[in-house]
């Protein structure tokens, strides 16, 4: 199965400011990367698919990037909203889907 | 808009076989393929497996010989249940449309297994 390693663990970051997350594959996903936003008590929420590509709704300050297995998100303007957990999930081979470990974004 | 609803018990006695449904309301279970996922205490998100509207599925290697998952196009409805489960299988239940990624989630039912 390809392995989803995600860097950092935990980020810290000011309001206002940039927060760059990593993920890496274990082997080529191609583009086939999505990224998940969860929250304690809420359905999880749909980013990033395509590795680019914002989900409906998502605000602009979130982008993806990256392609066989480097990617990188980007929240350009961190808000007290988007603490939480993130993942990254390749669905380029399955089964199994596979996700990262997660990173934790929290407020400096 | 998609919404779906994860119930079932929230303990399951060790050696015992969990199950869950998920509801689907806001589309019809024929236009989609649907996922299981969890997350146990503390860790990351596992893909559990998925099933399709025509009910053909995949599952993750790793709980396969113990999965199982159907569909019920008339409850618009599908189902998860994993046997001989242990304090591992502990984890927040999740079901979730799959269209390979996974676009509209449930929030999800915590699962405590006792011994």
């Known amino acids: 199965e390809i392995v989803m390693t995600q860097s950092p663990a935990t980020l810290s970051v000011s309001p206002g400011e940039r927060a760059t997350l990593s993920c890496r594959a274990s082997q080529t996903v191609t583009s086939n990367l999505a990224w998940y936003q969860l929250k304690p008590g809420q359905a999880p929420r749909l980013l990033i698919y395509g590795a680019s590509t914002r989900a409906t709704g998502i605000p602009a300050r979130f982008s993806g990037s990256g392609s066989g297995t480097e990617f990188t998100l980007t929240i350009s303007s961190l808000q007290s909203e988007d603490i939480g957990l993130y993942f990254c999930q390749q669905y380029d081979q399955r089964p199994p889907w596979t996700f990262g470990q997660g990173t934790k974004v929290e407020i400096k | 808009q998609v919404q779906l609803q994860e119930s079932g018990p929230g303990l399951v006695k060790s050696s015992e076989t969990l199950s869950l449904t998920c509801t689907v309301s806001g589309a019809s279970i024929n236009s989609s393929y649907w996922s299981w996922i969890r997350q146990p205490p503390g860790k990351g998100l596992e893909w559990i497996g998925y099933i399709s509207y025509s009910g053909s599925t995949s599952y993750n290697p790793s709980l396969r010989s113990r999965l199982s998952i159907s569909i019920d196009t008339s409850k618009n409805q599908f189902s998860l249940k994993l046997n001989s489960v242990t304090a591992a299988d502990a984890a927040v239940y999740y079901c979730?449309?799959?269209?390979?990624?996974?676009?509209?989630w449930g929030q999800g039912t915590l699962v405590t297994v006792s011994s």
């Open positions: 979730a449309t799959d269209r390979n990624y996974l676009d509209y």
